[in-house]
Protein backbone atom coordinates (compact mmCIF):
# COMPACT_ATOMS: atom_id res chain seq x y z
CA UNK A 1 0.00 0.00 0.00
CA UNK A 2 1.37 3.67 -0.57
CA UNK A 3 3.02 5.16 2.42
CA UNK A 4 0.54 8.41 1.66
CA UNK A 5 2.29 11.18 3.95
CA UNK A 6 5.54 10.92 1.65
CA UNK A 7 3.18 10.79 -1.96
CA UNK A 8 1.34 13.65 -0.42
CA UNK A 9 4.53 15.67 0.49
CA UNK A 10 6.19 14.94 -2.63
CA UNK A 11 3.07 16.14 -4.90
CA UNK A 12 2.78 19.36 -2.49
CA UNK A 13 4.33 21.03 -4.67
CA UNK A 14 2.90 20.83 -7.73
CA UNK A 15 -0.36 19.70 -6.50
CA UNK A 16 -0.94 22.67 -4.42
CA UNK A 17 -4.54 21.61 -3.03
CA UNK A 18 -3.31 18.38 -1.32
CA UNK A 19 -2.11 21.28 1.34
CA UNK A 20 -4.61 20.43 4.66
CA UNK A 21 -3.51 23.35 5.53
CA UNK A 22 -5.71 25.61 3.35
CA UNK A 23 -9.47 25.95 3.74
CA UNK A 24 -10.98 23.59 1.76
CA UNK A 25 -12.91 25.59 -0.52
CA UNK A 26 -9.00 27.01 -1.75
CA UNK A 27 -7.95 23.59 -2.16
CA UNK A 28 -11.42 23.24 -4.22
CA UNK A 29 -10.31 25.85 -6.83
CA UNK A 30 -7.09 24.63 -6.75
CA UNK A 31 -7.84 21.32 -8.41
CA UNK A 32 -10.75 23.14 -10.46
CA UNK A 33 -8.39 25.53 -11.76
CA UNK A 34 -6.16 22.53 -13.04
CA UNK A 35 -8.95 20.20 -14.51
CA UNK A 36 -9.92 19.74 -18.00
CA UNK A 37 -13.78 19.40 -19.71
CA UNK A 38 -13.35 15.71 -19.91
CA UNK A 39 -12.19 15.48 -16.03
CA UNK A 40 -14.72 17.71 -14.69
CA UNK A 41 -17.50 15.41 -16.44
CA UNK A 42 -15.96 12.65 -14.95
CA UNK A 43 -17.28 13.79 -11.39
CA UNK A 44 -20.68 13.66 -12.84
CA UNK A 45 -20.94 10.15 -13.04
CA UNK A 46 -21.78 7.88 -10.27
CA UNK A 47 -22.12 3.94 -11.34
CA UNK A 48 -22.33 0.38 -10.68
CA UNK A 49 -19.18 -1.79 -10.09
CA UNK A 50 -18.38 -5.09 -8.66
CA UNK A 51 -15.16 -6.70 -7.11
CA UNK A 52 -12.98 -8.31 -9.07
CA UNK A 53 -9.92 -7.53 -11.64
CA UNK A 54 -9.63 -4.33 -12.25
CA UNK A 55 -8.46 -4.40 -16.09
CA UNK A 56 -11.80 -6.73 -16.78
CA UNK A 57 -14.86 -5.91 -17.86
CA UNK A 58 -16.87 -5.58 -14.84
CA UNK A 59 -18.90 -8.30 -13.03
CA UNK A 60 -21.98 -5.76 -12.41
CA UNK A 61 -23.97 -5.76 -15.43
CA UNK A 62 -21.17 -6.18 -18.07
CA UNK A 63 -19.75 -2.73 -17.69
CA UNK A 64 -16.74 -1.11 -18.48
CA UNK A 65 -13.69 -2.25 -16.52
CA UNK A 66 -12.32 -0.22 -13.29
CA UNK A 67 -9.37 1.15 -16.17
CA UNK A 68 -11.32 2.33 -18.64
CA UNK A 69 -13.83 4.09 -16.08
CA UNK A 70 -11.05 5.74 -14.11
CA UNK A 71 -8.41 6.35 -16.92
CA UNK A 72 -10.49 6.79 -19.49
CA UNK A 73 -13.76 8.50 -18.61
CA UNK A 74 -12.29 9.85 -15.55
CA UNK A 75 -14.62 8.63 -13.18
CA UNK A 76 -14.44 8.64 -9.54
CA UNK A 77 -17.55 7.82 -7.85
CA UNK A 78 -18.63 4.25 -7.57
CA UNK A 79 -21.69 2.22 -6.20
CA UNK A 80 -20.31 -1.00 -4.78
CA UNK A 81 -22.71 -4.23 -5.72
CA UNK A 82 -22.74 -7.52 -4.54
CA UNK A 83 -21.32 -9.03 -1.50
CA UNK A 84 -17.82 -10.05 -0.69
CA UNK A 85 -16.06 -13.26 1.57
CA UNK A 86 -15.05 -10.81 3.90
CA UNK A 87 -14.08 -7.02 4.87
CA UNK A 88 -10.16 -7.56 4.08
CA UNK A 89 -11.12 -8.32 0.22
CA UNK A 90 -13.29 -5.56 0.34
CA UNK A 91 -10.73 -3.48 1.64
CA UNK A 92 -8.13 -5.08 -0.62
CA UNK A 93 -10.10 -4.29 -3.74
CA UNK A 94 -10.64 -0.86 -2.52
CA UNK A 95 -7.33 -0.03 -2.16
CA UNK A 96 -6.23 -1.15 -5.48
CA UNK A 97 -8.99 1.06 -7.10
CA UNK A 98 -7.50 3.94 -5.15
CA UNK A 99 -4.07 3.28 -6.16
CA UNK A 100 -5.59 3.25 -9.40
CA UNK A 101 -6.94 6.85 -9.24
CA UNK A 102 -3.96 8.09 -7.84
CA UNK A 103 -1.93 7.06 -10.29
CA UNK A 104 -4.00 9.55 -13.08
CA UNK A 105 -3.24 13.26 -13.86
CA UNK A 106 -4.53 14.56 -10.92
CA UNK A 107 -5.19 11.76 -8.92
CA UNK A 108 -8.57 12.83 -7.59
CA UNK A 109 -9.13 10.24 -5.46
CA UNK A 110 -12.53 7.76 -5.79
CA UNK A 111 -15.63 7.73 -3.20
CA UNK A 112 -17.58 4.34 -2.96
CA UNK A 113 -20.89 4.13 -2.06
CA UNK A 114 -23.17 1.24 -1.36
CA UNK A 115 -27.07 0.42 -0.86
CA UNK A 116 -27.76 -0.48 2.61
CA UNK A 117 -25.70 -3.94 3.37
CA UNK A 118 -26.53 -4.70 6.90
CA UNK A 119 -30.05 -6.53 6.93
CA UNK A 120 -31.26 -9.43 5.09
CA UNK A 121 -32.31 -8.17 1.77
CA UNK A 122 -30.95 -9.04 -1.23
CA UNK A 123 -32.42 -6.87 -4.50
CA UNK A 124 -29.93 -5.69 -6.65
CA UNK A 125 -32.09 -2.57 -7.00
CA UNK A 126 -32.51 -1.28 -3.94
CA UNK A 127 -30.92 -3.59 -1.04
CA UNK A 128 -27.63 -6.22 -1.11
CA UNK A 129 -27.20 -9.16 1.84
CA UNK A 130 -25.01 -8.56 4.89
CA UNK A 131 -22.54 -10.99 4.38
CA UNK A 132 -19.62 -10.27 6.73
CA UNK A 133 -21.02 -7.13 7.57
CA UNK A 134 -23.21 -8.03 11.06
CA UNK A 135 -26.76 -8.25 10.76
CA UNK A 136 -29.63 -5.82 11.70
CA UNK A 137 -33.63 -5.44 10.99
CA UNK A 138 -35.05 -3.87 7.61
CA UNK A 139 -35.21 -0.16 8.53
CA UNK A 140 -38.74 -0.89 9.04
CA UNK A 141 -37.51 -3.10 11.83
CA UNK A 142 -35.53 0.31 13.58
CA UNK A 143 -38.74 1.52 13.45
CA UNK A 144 -41.13 -0.66 15.11
CA UNK A 145 -38.14 -0.81 17.87
CA UNK A 146 -38.68 3.42 18.11
CA UNK A 147 -35.78 3.90 20.12
CA UNK A 148 -33.71 6.71 18.49
CA UNK A 149 -30.36 5.76 20.70
CA UNK A 150 -30.85 2.28 19.22
CA UNK A 151 -31.49 3.57 15.67
CA UNK A 152 -27.92 6.05 15.78
CA UNK A 153 -25.99 2.75 17.77
CA UNK A 154 -26.67 0.73 14.70
CA UNK A 155 -25.27 3.61 12.25
CA UNK A 156 -22.45 4.17 14.06
CA UNK A 157 -21.76 0.41 14.13
CA UNK A 158 -22.66 0.70 10.59
CA UNK A 159 -20.27 3.57 9.54
CA UNK A 160 -17.46 2.10 11.32
CA UNK A 161 -17.86 -1.06 9.42
CA UNK A 162 -18.24 0.55 6.14
CA UNK A 163 -15.54 3.21 6.77
CA UNK A 164 -13.03 -0.12 7.43
CA UNK A 165 -13.36 -1.37 4.27
CA UNK A 166 -13.17 2.60 1.91
CA UNK A 167 -17.13 2.76 1.87
CA UNK A 168 -17.50 6.49 2.31
CA UNK A 169 -21.40 6.94 0.90
CA UNK A 170 -24.38 5.77 2.19
CA UNK A 171 -27.44 5.87 -0.62
CA UNK A 172 -29.57 6.12 2.08
CA UNK A 173 -31.50 6.61 4.78
CA UNK A 174 -34.58 6.24 3.10
CA UNK A 175 -37.37 8.11 4.65
CA UNK A 176 -39.58 7.82 2.24
CA UNK A 177 -43.06 7.90 4.15
CA UNK A 178 -45.01 4.47 3.48
CA UNK A 179 -48.42 5.92 3.03
CA UNK A 180 -49.54 3.39 -0.08
CA UNK A 181 -49.37 -0.71 1.90
CA UNK A 182 -48.81 -2.11 -1.68
CA UNK A 183 -45.51 -0.03 -2.48
CA UNK A 184 -42.27 -2.23 -2.84
CA UNK A 185 -39.69 -0.10 -0.95
CA UNK A 186 -41.72 -0.02 1.89
CA UNK A 187 -38.92 -2.00 4.50
CA UNK A 188 -36.58 0.12 3.79
CA UNK A 189 -38.36 3.18 5.07
CA UNK A 190 -39.34 4.49 8.68
CA UNK A 191 -42.61 3.67 8.16
CA UNK A 192 -45.64 5.05 7.74
CA UNK A 193 -45.75 8.25 10.64
CA UNK A 194 -43.73 11.62 9.52
CA UNK A 195 -42.83 12.51 12.90
CA UNK A 196 -41.65 8.68 13.67
CA UNK A 197 -40.17 8.74 10.23
CA UNK A 198 -38.21 12.36 11.01
CA UNK A 199 -37.26 11.36 14.34
CA UNK A 200 -35.50 7.97 13.67
CA UNK A 201 -33.70 9.45 10.28
CA UNK A 202 -32.33 12.04 11.94
CA UNK A 203 -30.96 9.72 14.65
CA UNK A 204 -29.62 7.35 11.35
CA UNK A 205 -27.51 10.64 9.65
CA UNK A 206 -26.14 11.46 12.82
CA UNK A 207 -25.07 8.06 13.30
CA UNK A 208 -23.65 7.69 10.10
CA UNK A 209 -22.05 11.56 9.61
CA UNK A 210 -21.05 11.85 13.29
CA UNK A 211 -20.44 14.99 15.78
CA UNK A 212 -18.70 16.72 13.23
CA UNK A 213 -18.21 15.37 9.39
CA UNK A 214 -14.83 14.41 8.42
CA UNK A 215 -12.55 11.66 8.32
CA UNK A 216 -14.22 9.54 9.70
CA UNK A 217 -17.65 9.94 8.31
CA UNK A 218 -20.21 8.02 5.76
CA UNK A 219 -21.81 10.62 4.06
CA UNK A 220 -25.50 10.20 3.80
CA UNK A 221 -27.42 10.39 0.43
CA UNK A 222 -30.98 10.96 2.07
CA UNK A 223 -33.63 9.61 -0.25
CA UNK A 224 -36.07 9.86 -2.23
CA UNK A 225 -36.74 13.76 -2.27
CA UNK A 226 -39.87 14.74 -1.97
CA UNK A 227 -41.47 11.47 -1.16
CA UNK A 228 -41.72 8.43 -2.58
CA UNK A 229 -44.50 6.83 -1.19
CA UNK A 230 -47.80 8.18 -2.52
CA UNK A 231 -47.56 5.45 -5.99
CA UNK A 232 -50.18 5.61 -7.79
CA UNK A 233 -51.30 1.68 -7.34
CA UNK A 234 -48.16 0.94 -5.16
CA UNK A 235 -46.56 0.29 -8.23
CA UNK A 236 -43.01 1.05 -8.07
CA UNK A 237 -40.96 3.98 -10.73
CA UNK A 238 -38.45 1.51 -11.66
CA UNK A 239 -40.98 0.55 -13.71
CA UNK A 240 -42.84 2.50 -16.89
CA UNK A 241 -46.30 1.24 -15.24
CA UNK A 242 -45.49 2.81 -11.68
CA UNK A 243 -43.94 6.08 -12.98
CA UNK A 244 -46.81 8.54 -11.54
CA UNK A 245 -47.20 9.60 -8.26
CA UNK A 246 -50.13 10.91 -7.21
CA UNK A 247 -51.78 13.09 -4.49
CA UNK A 248 -55.72 12.70 -4.11
CA UNK A 249 -55.79 13.91 -0.46
CA UNK A 250 -53.73 16.97 -1.22
CA UNK A 251 -50.59 15.80 0.88
CA UNK A 252 -47.78 16.52 -1.09
CA UNK A 253 -46.28 19.02 1.82
CA UNK A 254 -46.76 15.79 4.65
CA UNK A 255 -44.38 14.02 2.66
CA UNK A 256 -41.68 16.74 2.58
CA UNK A 257 -42.11 16.30 6.71
CA UNK A 258 -39.08 13.72 7.24
CA UNK A 259 -36.80 15.40 4.81
CA UNK A 260 -37.13 18.78 7.26
CA UNK A 261 -35.78 16.32 10.18
CA UNK A 262 -32.48 15.16 7.75
CA UNK A 263 -31.91 18.90 6.54
CA UNK A 264 -32.22 19.72 10.53
CA UNK A 265 -29.48 16.77 10.91
CA UNK A 266 -27.08 17.60 8.28
CA UNK A 267 -27.41 15.28 5.46
CA UNK A 268 -25.16 15.84 2.99
CA UNK A 269 -26.42 14.36 -0.17
CA UNK A 270 -29.92 14.21 -1.76
CA UNK A 271 -31.78 11.48 -4.01
CA UNK A 272 -34.72 12.30 -5.97
CA UNK A 273 -36.80 9.22 -6.95
CA UNK A 274 -38.02 8.53 -10.37
CA UNK A 275 -41.54 9.05 -9.97
CA UNK A 276 -43.52 11.72 -11.69
CA UNK A 277 -45.92 14.14 -9.75
CA UNK A 278 -49.35 14.13 -10.98
CA UNK A 279 -52.01 16.96 -10.13
CA UNK A 280 -49.66 18.70 -8.73
CA UNK A 281 -48.28 22.70 -8.82
CA UNK A 282 -45.34 20.85 -9.67
CA UNK A 283 -44.21 20.23 -13.84
CA UNK A 284 -44.91 16.44 -14.42
CA UNK A 285 -41.94 15.14 -15.14
CA UNK A 286 -39.79 12.90 -12.72
CA UNK A 287 -37.87 14.26 -10.44
CA UNK A 288 -34.59 14.07 -11.22
CA UNK A 289 -35.86 16.15 -14.16
CA UNK A 290 -38.05 18.29 -12.30
CA UNK A 291 -36.60 22.14 -12.02
CA UNK A 292 -39.65 23.12 -9.96
CA UNK A 293 -39.08 20.85 -6.94
CA UNK A 294 -34.58 20.38 -7.53
CA UNK A 295 -34.34 24.31 -7.80
CA UNK A 296 -37.58 25.91 -6.59
CA UNK A 297 -38.15 23.56 -3.57
CA UNK A 298 -34.77 22.21 -2.75
CA UNK A 299 -32.23 24.35 -3.51
CA UNK A 300 -34.12 27.59 -2.74
CA UNK A 301 -37.08 27.06 -0.33
CA UNK A 302 -35.03 24.75 1.88
CA UNK A 303 -31.37 26.43 0.91
CA UNK A 304 -29.80 22.70 0.32
CA UNK A 305 -26.66 23.38 -0.79
CA UNK A 306 -25.44 19.45 -0.64
CA UNK A 307 -24.70 17.15 -3.49
CA UNK A 308 -28.05 15.97 -5.70
CA UNK A 309 -27.32 12.78 -7.45
CA UNK A 310 -30.89 11.44 -9.91
CA UNK A 311 -31.98 7.77 -8.85
CA UNK A 312 -29.96 5.24 -11.53
CA UNK A 313 -30.68 5.27 -15.14
CA UNK A 314 -32.45 8.35 -15.85
CA UNK A 315 -30.43 9.11 -19.44
CA UNK A 316 -29.93 5.81 -21.16
CA UNK A 317 -31.41 2.70 -22.05
CA UNK A 318 -29.89 -0.64 -20.15
CA UNK A 319 -30.28 -4.27 -20.39
CA UNK A 320 -30.63 -6.18 -16.54
CA UNK A 321 -30.69 -9.81 -16.60
CA UNK A 322 -30.54 -9.65 -20.14
CA UNK A 323 -33.58 -8.11 -20.58
CA UNK A 324 -34.24 -4.88 -22.16
CA UNK A 325 -34.72 -1.84 -19.86
CA UNK A 326 -35.99 1.54 -20.75
CA UNK A 327 -34.11 4.84 -18.78
CA UNK A 328 -36.49 5.73 -16.17
CA UNK A 329 -37.11 8.97 -18.10
CA UNK A 330 -40.94 9.55 -17.00
CA UNK A 331 -42.32 12.06 -18.50
CA UNK A 332 -39.63 12.75 -20.95
CA UNK A 333 -39.47 9.99 -22.76
CA UNK A 334 -39.74 11.44 -25.67
CA UNK A 335 -36.41 13.48 -25.64
CA UNK A 336 -32.88 11.91 -26.83
CA UNK A 337 -30.46 10.75 -24.03
CA UNK A 338 -28.47 14.02 -25.06
CA UNK A 339 -31.70 16.29 -24.12
CA UNK A 340 -32.70 14.34 -20.94
CA UNK A 341 -29.33 15.07 -19.72
CA UNK A 342 -29.48 18.55 -20.52
CA UNK A 343 -32.82 18.55 -18.57
CA UNK A 344 -31.35 17.11 -15.60
CA UNK A 345 -28.42 19.44 -15.98
CA UNK A 346 -31.32 22.53 -15.63
CA UNK A 347 -32.93 21.00 -12.57
CA UNK A 348 -30.14 21.48 -10.45
CA UNK A 349 -28.74 17.88 -10.19
CA UNK A 350 -25.15 17.32 -10.06
CA UNK A 351 -24.66 13.71 -10.34
CA UNK A 352 -26.01 11.27 -12.80
CA UNK A 353 -26.43 7.96 -11.05
CA UNK A 354 -26.04 4.42 -12.53
CA UNK A 355 -25.31 6.34 -15.63
CA UNK A 356 -21.28 5.96 -17.15
CA UNK A 357 -21.31 8.44 -20.35
CA UNK A 358 -19.28 11.56 -19.73
CA UNK A 359 -18.27 11.87 -23.15
CA UNK A 360 -21.93 13.12 -23.95
CA UNK A 361 -21.43 15.41 -21.54
CA UNK A 362 -18.80 17.15 -22.64
CA UNK A 363 -19.74 16.99 -26.58
CA UNK A 364 -22.72 18.70 -24.61
CA UNK A 365 -19.97 21.62 -23.32
CA UNK A 366 -18.06 22.12 -26.86
CA UNK A 367 -21.47 22.53 -28.54
CA UNK A 368 -22.03 24.98 -26.55
CA UNK A 369 -25.37 23.36 -25.32
CA UNK A 370 -24.45 23.11 -21.58
CA UNK A 371 -22.34 26.25 -20.24
CA UNK A 372 -19.02 25.25 -19.13
CA UNK A 373 -19.31 27.53 -15.99
CA UNK A 374 -22.49 24.87 -15.26
CA UNK A 375 -19.94 22.42 -14.49
CA UNK A 376 -17.86 24.49 -11.95
CA UNK A 377 -21.01 24.50 -10.28
CA UNK A 378 -21.56 20.53 -9.44
CA UNK A 379 -17.98 19.75 -9.39
CA UNK A 380 -17.56 22.66 -6.30
CA UNK A 381 -20.05 20.35 -4.68
CA UNK A 382 -18.60 16.59 -5.38
CA UNK A 383 -14.68 18.07 -5.21
CA UNK A 384 -15.46 19.82 -1.60
CA UNK A 385 -17.26 16.43 -0.34
CA UNK A 386 -14.16 14.45 -1.26
CA UNK A 387 -11.94 16.67 0.40
CA UNK A 388 -14.22 17.13 3.78
CA UNK A 389 -14.57 13.24 3.83
CA UNK A 390 -10.44 13.47 4.25
CA UNK A 391 -9.98 11.34 1.03
CA UNK A 392 -7.35 13.45 -0.52
CA UNK A 393 -5.16 13.12 2.82
CA UNK A 394 -5.60 9.62 2.51
CA UNK A 395 -7.86 7.27 0.25
CA UNK A 396 -6.79 3.62 1.18
CA UNK A 397 -7.39 1.84 4.48
CA UNK A 398 -5.72 -0.98 6.46
CA UNK A 399 -7.04 -4.49 4.90
CA UNK A 400 -4.96 -6.17 7.40
CA UNK A 401 -7.49 -4.37 10.13
CA UNK A 402 -11.06 -4.53 7.89
CA UNK A 403 -11.96 -7.91 9.63
CA UNK A 404 -11.14 -7.00 13.09
CA UNK A 405 -14.03 -4.06 12.37
CA UNK A 406 -16.12 -6.04 9.67
CA UNK A 407 -18.60 -8.16 11.74
CA UNK A 408 -16.59 -7.31 15.06
CA UNK A 409 -18.50 -10.01 17.69
CA UNK A 410 -19.89 -7.03 19.41
CA UNK A 411 -21.21 -5.15 16.73
CA UNK A 412 -23.12 -8.63 15.51
CA UNK A 413 -24.22 -8.93 19.12
CA UNK A 414 -25.94 -5.26 18.94
CA UNK A 415 -27.41 -6.46 15.76
CA UNK A 416 -29.04 -10.11 17.08
CA UNK A 417 -30.59 -7.94 19.93
CA UNK A 418 -32.04 -5.82 17.82
CA UNK A 419 -33.27 -8.60 15.53
CA UNK A 420 -34.85 -10.15 18.62
CA UNK A 421 -35.97 -6.97 20.70
CA UNK A 422 -37.93 -5.70 16.67
CA UNK A 423 -40.53 -8.69 17.00
CA UNK A 424 -43.64 -7.66 17.01
CA UNK A 425 -46.32 -9.55 18.58
CA UNK A 426 -49.95 -9.20 17.21
CA UNK A 427 -52.08 -11.46 18.73
CA UNK A 428 -51.19 -14.46 21.78
CA UNK A 429 -54.49 -16.53 23.16
CA UNK A 430 -51.78 -17.82 25.59
CA UNK A 431 -49.50 -19.90 23.94
CA UNK A 432 -46.62 -17.94 24.45
CA UNK A 433 -43.78 -17.76 25.22
CA UNK A 434 -43.69 -21.63 24.07
CA UNK A 435 -42.14 -23.26 27.80
CA UNK A 436 -40.06 -25.97 28.27
CA UNK A 437 -38.72 -28.26 25.79
CA UNK A 438 -42.44 -28.64 23.56
CA UNK A 439 -42.98 -31.32 20.51
CA UNK A 440 -42.32 -28.64 17.57
CA UNK A 441 -43.92 -28.52 14.21
CA UNK A 442 -41.69 -26.18 12.03
CA UNK A 443 -42.18 -25.04 8.29
CA UNK A 444 -39.45 -21.95 7.06
CA UNK A 445 -36.85 -22.40 9.71
CA UNK A 446 -34.27 -25.14 9.55
CA UNK A 447 -34.42 -28.16 11.80
CA UNK A 448 -31.32 -28.01 13.28
CA UNK A 449 -31.91 -24.50 14.03
CA UNK A 450 -35.20 -25.21 16.00
CA UNK A 451 -33.59 -28.48 17.33
CA UNK A 452 -32.01 -26.34 19.85
CA UNK A 453 -35.18 -25.28 21.39
CA UNK A 454 -37.34 -28.71 21.44
CA UNK A 455 -37.77 -32.04 19.41
CA UNK A 456 -38.68 -31.67 16.20
CA UNK A 457 -41.29 -33.73 14.76
CA UNK A 458 -42.42 -34.19 11.57
CA UNK A 459 -46.47 -33.66 11.67
CA UNK A 460 -48.74 -31.16 13.31
CA UNK A 461 -50.70 -33.95 14.92
CA UNK A 462 -47.10 -35.10 17.23
CA UNK A 463 -46.35 -31.51 18.02
CA UNK A 464 -46.86 -29.69 21.14
CA UNK A 465 -46.85 -26.32 18.66
CA UNK A 466 -46.05 -25.45 15.27
CA UNK A 467 -44.39 -22.23 14.37
CA UNK A 468 -45.06 -21.50 10.25
CA UNK A 469 -42.87 -19.02 9.01
CA UNK A 470 -44.41 -16.94 6.09
CA UNK A 471 -43.89 -14.32 3.50
CA UNK A 472 -46.00 -11.22 2.86
CA UNK A 473 -47.60 -12.33 -0.26
CA UNK A 474 -46.49 -10.46 -3.70
CA UNK A 475 -47.33 -11.09 -7.57
CA UNK A 476 -45.16 -12.93 -9.63
CA UNK A 477 -44.12 -10.28 -12.99
CA UNK A 478 -42.41 -11.03 -16.46
CA UNK A 479 -39.12 -10.53 -15.53
CA UNK A 480 -36.28 -11.31 -12.66
CA UNK A 481 -35.74 -7.69 -11.91
CA UNK A 482 -39.61 -7.03 -11.59
CA UNK A 483 -39.75 -9.78 -8.93
CA UNK A 484 -36.96 -8.33 -6.65
CA UNK A 485 -39.66 -5.45 -6.31
CA UNK A 486 -42.62 -7.04 -4.43
CA UNK A 487 -46.10 -5.49 -5.90
CA UNK A 488 -49.32 -5.96 -6.09
CA UNK A 489 -52.10 -7.96 -3.97
CA UNK A 490 -51.11 -8.57 -0.69
CA UNK A 491 -54.06 -11.07 0.17
CA UNK A 492 -52.89 -14.58 0.84
CA UNK A 493 -53.10 -17.09 -1.63
CA UNK A 494 -56.19 -19.78 -1.04
CA UNK A 495 -54.00 -22.48 -0.72
CA UNK A 496 -51.65 -20.84 1.78
CA UNK A 497 -54.70 -20.01 4.02
CA UNK A 498 -55.97 -23.48 3.98
CA UNK A 499 -52.51 -24.74 5.06
CA UNK A 500 -52.32 -22.63 8.17
CA UNK A 501 -55.50 -23.63 9.17
CA UNK A 502 -55.19 -27.18 9.19
CA UNK A 503 -52.37 -27.07 10.81
CA UNK A 504 -54.05 -24.91 13.22
CA UNK A 505 -56.59 -27.15 13.65
CA UNK A 506 -54.19 -29.85 14.47
CA UNK A 507 -52.06 -27.82 17.25
CA UNK A 508 -52.21 -24.38 18.63
CA UNK A 509 -49.55 -22.36 15.84
CA UNK A 510 -47.64 -19.46 16.13
CA UNK A 511 -47.58 -18.03 12.48
CA UNK A 512 -44.67 -15.44 12.13
CA UNK A 513 -44.68 -13.46 8.91
CA UNK A 514 -42.12 -11.01 6.92
CA UNK A 515 -43.93 -7.74 6.74
CA UNK A 516 -41.95 -6.56 4.14
CA UNK A 517 -45.60 -5.16 3.18
CA UNK A 518 -47.84 -5.04 5.53
CA UNK A 519 -49.96 -8.35 4.07
CA UNK A 520 -53.32 -8.66 4.96
CA UNK A 521 -53.49 -11.21 8.00
CA UNK A 522 -57.36 -11.29 8.24
CA UNK A 523 -57.64 -15.05 7.43
CA UNK A 524 -54.74 -16.02 10.29
CA UNK A 525 -56.77 -14.30 13.53
CA UNK A 526 -59.22 -16.43 14.26
CA UNK A 527 -57.16 -19.73 13.74
CA UNK A 528 -53.50 -18.96 14.54
CA UNK A 529 -53.16 -18.94 18.38
CA UNK A 530 -50.48 -16.36 17.89
CA UNK A 531 -49.46 -14.30 15.38
CA UNK A 532 -46.08 -12.45 15.52
CA UNK A 533 -44.43 -9.80 13.02
CA UNK A 534 -40.54 -9.85 11.60
CA UNK A 535 -38.68 -7.38 9.55
CA UNK A 536 -35.66 -9.37 8.93
CA UNK A 537 -34.68 -11.72 12.13
CA UNK A 538 -33.05 -15.44 11.98
CA UNK A 539 -34.98 -18.15 12.83
CA UNK A 540 -32.62 -18.59 15.82
CA UNK A 541 -33.51 -14.74 17.16
CA UNK A 542 -37.44 -15.90 16.61
CA UNK A 543 -36.86 -18.59 18.76
CA UNK A 544 -35.38 -17.18 21.61
CA UNK A 545 -38.30 -14.35 21.78
CA UNK A 546 -40.94 -16.95 20.97
CA UNK A 547 -39.84 -19.39 24.36
CA UNK A 548 -39.36 -16.17 26.27
CA UNK A 549 -35.37 -16.32 26.30
CA UNK A 550 -35.94 -12.55 25.04
CA UNK A 551 -38.55 -10.14 24.86
CA UNK A 552 -40.22 -8.46 21.96
CA UNK A 553 -40.42 -5.07 21.85
CA UNK A 554 -42.00 -4.16 18.14
CA UNK A 555 -44.56 -1.93 17.70
CA UNK A 556 -46.40 -1.39 14.13
CA UNK A 557 -44.65 1.31 12.29
CA UNK A 558 -48.14 1.53 10.64
CA UNK A 559 -51.71 0.59 10.23
CA UNK A 560 -52.14 -3.12 9.18
CA UNK A 561 -54.95 -2.94 6.55
CA UNK A 562 -58.40 -5.62 7.09
CA UNK A 563 -58.59 -6.10 3.26
CA UNK A 564 -57.72 -5.51 -0.07
CA UNK A 565 -61.43 -3.86 -0.58
CA UNK A 566 -59.45 -1.40 1.84
CA UNK A 567 -55.77 -1.01 0.75
CA UNK A 568 -57.69 0.08 -3.01
CA UNK A 569 -60.10 2.04 -1.48
CA UNK A 570 -56.92 4.39 0.79
CA UNK A 571 -55.19 7.88 -0.74
CA UNK A 572 -51.68 6.87 -1.50
CA UNK A 573 -50.33 9.98 -0.34
CA UNK A 574 -52.89 9.96 2.70
CA UNK A 575 -51.32 8.37 6.12
CA UNK A 576 -53.66 5.99 8.04
CA UNK A 577 -55.98 6.07 5.29
CA UNK A 578 -57.28 2.27 5.52
CA UNK A 579 -60.79 1.70 6.76
CA UNK A 580 -61.22 -0.36 9.84
CA UNK A 581 -57.69 -1.68 10.09
CA UNK A 582 -56.80 -4.79 11.59
CA UNK A 583 -54.08 -3.72 13.50
CA UNK A 584 -53.28 0.20 14.34
CA UNK A 585 -50.21 1.86 14.06
CA UNK A 586 -48.18 1.17 17.33
CA UNK A 587 -49.77 -2.05 18.06
CA UNK A 588 -47.73 -4.65 19.83
CA UNK A 589 -47.54 -6.73 22.32
CA UNK A 590 -45.60 -7.87 25.30
CA UNK A 591 -44.57 -11.29 26.88
Same mark, same amino acid.
Given at each position: ??????? /??? =?????????? #??????????????????????????????????????????????????????????????????? +???????? +??????????????????? @?????? /? !????????????????????????? @????????????????? =???????? %????????????????????? !???????????????????????????????????? *????????????? *???????????? %? %???????????????? &??????????????????????????????????? *?????????????????????????????? /?????????? #?????????????? &????????? =?? !????? @?? $????????????????????????????????????????????????????????????????????? =??????????? /?????????????????????? &???????????????????????????????????? #?????????????????????? $????????????????????????? $?????????? @?????????????? %?????
Amino acid at each position: MTDTTTA /STA =AASDRPWLNA #DLPVDERVELLLAEMTVEEKAGLFFHTMIGIGSLEEPNPVFGTPSAVDFVEQRHMTHFNLLGAAPSG +AEIAEWHN +ALQELAASTRLGIPVTLST @DPRHSF /S !DNPGAAIMAGPFSQWPETMGLAAIG @DEELVEQFADIARQEYT =AVGLRVAL %HPQVDLATEPRWARGTATFGE !DAELAGRMGAAYIRGFQGESFGAASVSTMTKHFPGG *GPQKDGEDPHFAY *GREQVYPGGQFE %H %HLKPFEAAFEAGTRQI &MPYYGMPVGTEYEEVGFGFNKSVITGLLRERYGFD *GVVCTDWGLINDAAIFGQPFPARAWGVEHL /SPRERMIKVL #DAGVDQFGGEACPE &MLVELVSSG =AV !DAARL @DV $SARRILREKFELGLFENPFVDAAAANDVVGRAEFRAAGEAAQRASITVLTNNGVLPVAGRPKLYVEGIA =AEVAAQYGEVV /STPAEADAAILRLQAPYEQRET &MFENFFHAGSLDFPEDVVAHVREVAVAVPTVVDVLL #DRPAILTPFVEDAAAITANWGV $SAAALLDVLTGAASPKGRLPFDLPR $SMAAVEASRP @DVPFDTEDPLFRFG %HGLSL
